[in-house]
Structures are given as C-alpha cells and as structure tokens.
C-alpha cells in the first residue's frame, strides 16, 4: 500500500479486518479507533507507516490475551448484558476507547469516562448504557 | 407434500385465546425450496433438524432493534425458547413481505414510519402459532396421542401422561408433512413469557466482538471501490471533467460519469478518495439554488403573513382574536439538518452480463430492486437485493427514487463488462449531499382569555414538501397540503374552540427527506414551547394548563402524569435548575418527557436529568422501547443544542462532525424511562421519543431564564455554533 494510506484502510481493504469502521476520515468520530501498543488511537488519520513495527490490536484481536484480552472480555459482556447496542456500527470503537480507559484506570469516575469517551460519537446515542456497561465492566476486573 | 397456501378463515373467541382467520404465503413461492427436513409453513419462519429456528425480517435492522422485536413475536407463539432463535433479513419480495401498514392497495416492502412492529404483529403472532400447530400435530401422531394433551414450552414438546418429550428440532421433519392448520388460537397476552418480558437483543454480540456484517465490510472477489465527485450546488450538472491527474494515482482503474457526477473507481477506498481529490470537473451551473438559508428566512418571513393552504380548521378564529383579552404571537424558525448516520451511504453491485447482486441497508427493497433492475437493464427476476445491517438510517435510507441505488447501479455500468464495486459516501459527501430535514418557519398566535384560556389558536407553517413530486404524495398530499409538514400541529390534541393551521410551501433546490420523527420534529416544538409562553404569560401552571385541554385524550394525560410524577413535578429544586415538560404524539405512541436543566458556563442550556413516560401499546421487548427512548432523547437533544446546516450562497457549509455537532456522551443527561402498562396492539417506538426533548428543554429554560428559545439549535444563545 502507499505509505500514506491511513492504517484504517490497510486494515479493512488490504487485511480484511473489517470490524474496525470508518465513520469520518478526520479524527472526529472515534469509530476507526484501534490501539497502537496498548493506546487507542484513531486509525483514520494514522499513516499505516506509523504502525510499522509495532502492535496493532483491532476489535478482532481485542479478547485475545493477556491484559488487554481479559479487560476487553469484561467490557464486551458488560456491553452485552446491559444490551448497550442499537445499531451498533460506532461501538467497535466506543469498546476499543474504552478497554484503553479501564486498563489504565480499573474504576473509573464519571469525569473519567466523560473524558476518556467523548471523542467517540454514537448517533443513536447509547451514552447512558455506554456509561453504565464501563462501570460494570470495571466492577468486575 | 401437501399444499401449504391456504386461505384460512376463523372468528369466534375461543376459551382464552383467539381463534383468527388469516392467509399466510406460501414458505417458497420460486427457486430454492427447503430440504424437506426443514418446518418451513410460511415466510416467517424456518424450523431445521438442527434445532435452529430462523426468523425472516421483512424489516431492516438499522438500530431500532426490530429483528428482536419481529423474532420475540413470533417465538412468543411458537414457544420457542429463545437461545435457538436466529434472525435472517428477507429477500426482496413484495408479495411476501409487504408492509402491511399501507393498507391493501400498496404492496410495498419497507421500514420506516414507526410501523414495523406495528404492522408485523398479528401476521407474526399467527406465523408462529401455525407453525407451533404443525410440531404440536406431528407429535401427536408420532406418539398417537391427542394433540389436546400435548404441551409446548421453550423449543420443547410434551406429552405429560406419557412422559414423551421431542425438541422442535426433532419434530421438524415430521411437522413439514403436516397440513398447515385451518385456524390458529392466539395466547392470552397474560400467559406471554416473551412479550413484555426480557428478551435480549439479537445482535448484541456480533456488533460488540467486529463481526457484524454492514454494508461497508461486504468483500467480493476483485471488488473496486467507488467514490463519487457531486456539484457543489445543488442542482448543477457536469459540463465537462479531466480526469488525467486522477488517473495517475496508484490504484485508480477507471473515471466515469454517472447521472449524479463522476465517479472515481480504484482498487481500495483510499486510492478512491485520493483520486477524487485531484479530479477537475467543470460543472454547469446555470440550473443551481444560489440561496443560503439566510435568503430563505426572510423569503419564509413574508410568507408567514400570508394565508397559506388549509391543513385544519375550527370555529371562528378572527372573531375570536377580536374577541381575547389579550392576543401573544411568536415565531420560530427551524434550521436544515442531515441525518448522519455514523455508516454513511453505500451500496455494492455485482454486475455480470445475465444477473447481478447487490448488497445494502435497503429501507425500500421493493423500490431497490426495481430501480437496479431498471438501471442496469435486466428483469428484476434476475437481480437479487442483499439487505444487511444499516449503521443507523434516521430516514437517510428511504429516499423515493433509490437515488443511492441509481448511482451505484450506474457506475457498475458505466465500468462495462462483469464488474463488483462499492460505493462509498464520505462524510463530507453526507453532509453536504443533502435530503435535509427541511428548515420551517413558524408563525403561531394565539387569544387568551381574561382568566388565561385560551380560546384562539392560529398557527402557519413555512417550509418545503418532503413528498412533492414524489410517488409519496399520492398518499401524503390532500388539498394542496402536504401532511408530513402539519402533522402533529393540524391534529393538535388541546380542546380549543377556535384554530387555524395553515401552510406555504415554497419550492427551493435542496433536496430534503424525512429525518426521524418527520413533521413533529418541528410541529412539537413550536405548539409545545408556545404553548408554555402562553401559560408563562397567563401564570399558569405548564401541566395544568395542559391536562385541563386534554380531557379527551387520556393516553396524553396517562403520560404527562406519569412524567410529571416520577420528575416530582412541583418539588422543589436546587438553585439554577428548572424544569420543563412537553407531550407529543405520533405514529402510533404518545410521550412526555420531563427536562431538568441548569445552565452552562458557556450560557447554554445543560440538561441534568430527563424523565420520559411513553404509551406504545403493549411493549413487545421493554428494554428495546426504554433504550430507543435514551436514544431518541440523544438524538433530539444534540440537534437541538448544536446540530444544523447552513448554506451560504447555495453552499453547504459544514463539512464534518466537527462543524455538524451532535450529542457526546459528557452531554448526556440521565434518562429514566417508564412505561404505561397497556393492553393495546403495539405502536411506534422508533421515532416518537425524539419530538418532545426539544421543547422540554426549551420549556425549562424559559422557567429558569424566562426567556424563549424561538431559533434552533440552542447554541445560537451563545452566538453561534460551538465546536
């Protein structure tokens, strides 16, 4: 691919990865997020050049193992046990900002969340369960 | 096999349940029929050996949780157990999946309206009891018992003095050799354990681990990707292009002009994008709207003292007028907004010299089909319409003449030979693309009388017909009024004995559509807000003035007392906190919602907590209802506080989610949702949360600063758009 594709398109047209979703281009939506050795970034406007070398994880590989895959294990079931979900394309990346918050911060406040999460848009609105489904995901790790 | 199209007719109330007549297609009216293992008495459902029980949805999945809506229905009849349901979107065929909500003479497969539940629910309640009959017969002959002695409970058939027990799965085979029954008895709703129970979402899991499959992540073998180059102006068409710097970019394989401008093909999405960037086109512009919506309000201005077309009429107004003690008048002015759906528009086409596939979030598939069948010329029996999940639609989906289809259709042609491609909108194309709800003005009047009655009720609309020119105003257009733009203000529900509502409806080149919730988007607002400035004015009491005016309607009044006592309506509150209220009906469902709102630094209204009562019915998935409703008081919360479009010079000016704001999650107040028991057959939920959050909020902002919010959104308080 050329080195200026961003690492979002590498993913889905070259790889197949396809969880990982376009919803802006810009940086401003959050629906492209994915970590880059463990930090949530936003996979639209990351050249796929600065991912060489190190460690992407998508939603995909997100329960996988070790630290992040048991984090990422507990908020999947949280979102669904509070069947946070409508129509569900933003939350790929609502999960991904939110497994980088509580691997940094296990319990976080509702300052926390707000701060860690407002960058990640969802159109149908589904904050409140958002919200409550980090809470109990971090209740349980 | 015996025949499965019956046209089965019944009546009478039988014991508990009912006893209904009914017709049910045919489970295959063409092509791949079933392995005969399978139970497949209609369109609705298929039984396997398996054990697996496949709901077909003639309704899209765009959010709104329909597909566990329609499967909760109908496993409720069937008493499967809900671990073994599965859910597939229907083909496109109107035949068998019509939406019944139309009435007979359209036979039309569609989502949208509010209506999918509503329309579904006998057709699927009955769909599950036949086929609960037919496992239940084939029991019964299996263990040559009688079917009266046999019990059904969680995908499991039973007969107790025998001991006999078979899963449906078990059964399926046998149960297809049966004649589907002549009549079916539908459960007394008190012995429901779905309905009205807790059922989980479908489609929870595969939109948490990646898996679900939207229209954006369909891979085909040497598929391209599709990115279209449109005017800036509505309107304007292509002169001429040159498409030598585009072509040289690395993956760019073909330039093509479509109807709507000209496509930039490339093998992946971003050699699309960047080949687009340096397409020149030449666009003729002599047919564009020049206007801004600045032109449009003071055109609107001088409209709104005009008579306009009748759309409700009662009693005397001008006497009436004459006749208040005092009359108040105020005018409210609605900006242009896009849907935005976070998936933005695309659509795949697979094109091969005899046949083609095509892949999307289709809200219309009868109208899908017809249209690619028609665009790239082959019978529709050739074309197949693959409906996926739709990452949110809000109406964007349900354009009358398929105009998404019409593109992606038309650059598979304009490619020549056997070709897959997608289309892709971006964000910026979706946002200055158009089909915006349209911008209205709002002129209202109103006479008091001299113990704050009011006695005259004058309201004119301003604003563009969604339906004009479209095979929608056959049904929508009576007299010169287009009924998208009055509902919810021609058949307001307050007992006043003089009204008028009227409506202009000029023509301007933006192209608009309806945006969730329609017409009350803006009719709640305007009748709802004045009607606090009203009660303001006379210092009454927002909820009294309005139940005393609602003694007719008690679903209004179920729900307003509801809220009002849940939100402790009247109790008092922290310092800088003020509430507000707002009811509104439509499609079906009647809500009121209760604001608690303080003020911002910024000087903006911040809403603390809203509490929502709704009345839809009986709530075929509670949780389903309790989450549209947080999401549709988002919805219209963001809009109201920041979202709008405007155009300057027949240019769109925002371009992104950084200039089109909606709601975050810092911004989200807390929702509690409470549901009026109720007995009724089920209505909407999809839309009639979103009307009543704008007026609320603006109804509390008028307690606590005693000032009107007259122009949307409320980030104009504070001078303009926020970012």
């Known amino acids: ?141 | 096999m015996p025949s499965r199209r019956g046209f089965l007719k019944g009546a009478a109330a039988v014991g508990v349940g009912l006893v209904v007549g009914f017709r049910l297609e045919p489970a295959r009216a063409q092509a791949t029929s079933p392995a005969p293992a399978v139970l497949a008495p209609n369109a609705f459902v298929r039984i396997a050996p398996d054990n697996t029980v496949t709901i077909v949805a003639k309704h899209l999945e765009m959010g709104q949780g329909v597909h566990t809506g329609l499967a909760t229905i109908l496993a409720e009849e069937l008493d499967a157990d809900w671990s073994q349901i599965r859910v597939e979107a229907a083909p496109a065929d109107a035949k068998r999946y019509h939406n019944l909500a139309w009435g007979p003479l359209i036979s039309v497969q569609s989502t949208g309206g509010s209506n999918s539940i509503r329309n579904s629910w006998e057709q699927l309640r009955r769909a599950g009891a036949a086929a609960r009959a037919m496992l239940v017969a084939a029991a019964a002959h299996r263990w040559s018992v009688p079917a009266t002695e046999i019990t059904v409970d969680r995908g499991v058939v039973s007969h107790a003095p025998s001991g006999r027990r078979a899963t449906f799965g078990e059964l399926a085979a046998d149960a297809a050799q049966q004649a589907p029954p002549a009549k079916v008895t539908l459960k007394d709703p008190k012995d429901f354990k779905l309905i009205g129970h807790h059922a989980p979402r479908v489609d929870s899991r595969p939109k948490t681990d990646g898996s679900a499959v939207y229209t954006l992540d369909v891979r085909r073998p040497d598929m391209l990707t599709a990115v279209i180059a449109r005017p800036p102006r509505f309107g304007a068409t292509v002169r001429s292009f040159d498409a030598t710097a585009a072509r040289r970019v690395n993956g760019v394989t073909d330039v093509v002009q479509v109807p709507s401008g000209v496509a930039v093909v490339a093998k992946g999405t971003w050699a699309a994008m960047k080949g687009r960037r340096v397409l020149h086109v030449d666009w003729d512009e002599g047919a564009a709207e020049r206007r801004g919506t600045e032109d449009l309000y003071a055109h609107y201005r001088t409209l709104a003292v005009q008579p306009g077309a009748v759309a409700h009429w009662l009693g005397d107004v001008p006497a009436a007028m004459k006749g208040a003690a005092r009359v108040l008048e105020a005018v409210y002015e609605f900006p242009y907004l896009a849907h935005a759906p976070m998936e933005t528009l695309d659509c795949v086409v697979e094109l091969r010299p005899d046949s083609c596939d095509i892949w999307l979030g289709s809200q219309i598939p009868t109208l899908d089909h017809e249209t690619v069948a028609s665009v790239v010329g082959l019978p529709q029996r050739k074309v197949q319409v693959h409906t996926l999940l739709a990452g949110g639609s809000f109406g964007r989906r349900s354009t009358a003449r398929s105009e998404l289809v019409v593109e992606a259709a038309s650059v598979a042609k304009a490619l020549g030979g056997p070709r897959t491609v997608k289309l892709v909108w971006t964000r910026e194309d979706d946002l200055r693309g158009g089909f915006y709800r349209p911008l209205y003005m709002h002129r209202l009047r109103a006479g008091l009388d001299a113990a704050g009655n009011i006695v005259a009720w004058e309201h004119r609309i301003v604003g563009q017909s969604i339906v004009a020119g479209t095979p929608a105003a056959i049904l929508r257009v009576r007299g010169g009024v287009d009924l998208t733009s009055v509902e919810g203000a021609a058949n307001l529900p307050y007992a006043i004995p003089n009204m008028l509502v009227d409506l202009h409806s000029p023509t301007v080149g933006i192209p608009v559509l309806w945006w969730r919730a329609v017409g009350s988007t803006h009719t709640a607002y305007s009748t709802e807000a004045f009607l606090d400035e009203l009660a303001h004015a006379a210092g009454r009491d927002p909820l009294d003035l309005r139940r005393a005016m609602l003694a007719r309607h008690p679903r209004h009044r179920g729900v307003l007392d509801l809220a009002a006592r849940q939100a402790g309506w009247g109790q008092p509150l922290p310092a800088g906190r003020a509430r507000g209220i707002a009811v509104h009906e439509c499609f079906g469902s009647v809500v009121a919602q209760v604001a608690e709102v303080s003020r911002d630094p910024d000087g903006l209204p911040r809403v603390e907590r809203v509490v929502c009562a709704v009345d839809c019915g009986i709530a075929v998935n509670p949780d389903v209802v309790r989450s549209q409703m947080e999401g549709s008081i988002g919805f219209g919360l963001g809009s109201a506080l920041w979202s709008e479009i405007t155009v300057v010079d027949g240019l769109v000016q925002q371009s992104n989610f950084h200039d089109f704001r909606i709601l975050r999650i810092d911004e989200m107040p807390r929702v509690e949702v409470h549901i009026v028991p109720s007995a009724a057959p089920p209505t909407g939920v999809g839309e009639p949360g979103v009307p009543p959050i704008a007026p609320a909020v603006a109804n509390a902002w008028l307690a606590l600063t005693g000032k009107p919010v007259r122009r949307l959104p409320f980030s104009r308080l504070a001078g303009g758009a926020r970012t």
């Open chain 1, 1 to 141: 691919v050329d080195a200026d594709t961003p690492l979002l398109w590498a993913l889905r047209d070259e790889l197949g990865l396809t969880g990982t979703k376009y919803g802006c281009g810009a940086a401003q939506c959050g629906a492209c997020t994915v970590h880059l050795d463990g930090q949530a970034i936003r996979s639209c406007v990351t050249p796929v050049t600065a991912a060489e070398g190190r460690q992407v994880t998508t939603i995909e590989g997100a329960t996988a193992e070790g630290t992040t895959g048991r984090v990422a294990r507990a908020v999947q079931d949280a979102w669904n046990r509070l069947d946070v979900v409508q129509c569900g394309f933003c939350q790929p990346g609502q999960i991904m900002s939110a497994v980088a918050l509580l691997s940094a911060i296990p319990r976080p406040t509702d300052a926390d969340i707000d701060a860690a999460m407002t960058g990640n848009l969802c159109r149908c609105a589904t904050y409140q369960r958002i919200r409550a489904a980090i809470h109990e995901a971090g209740k349980r790790l």
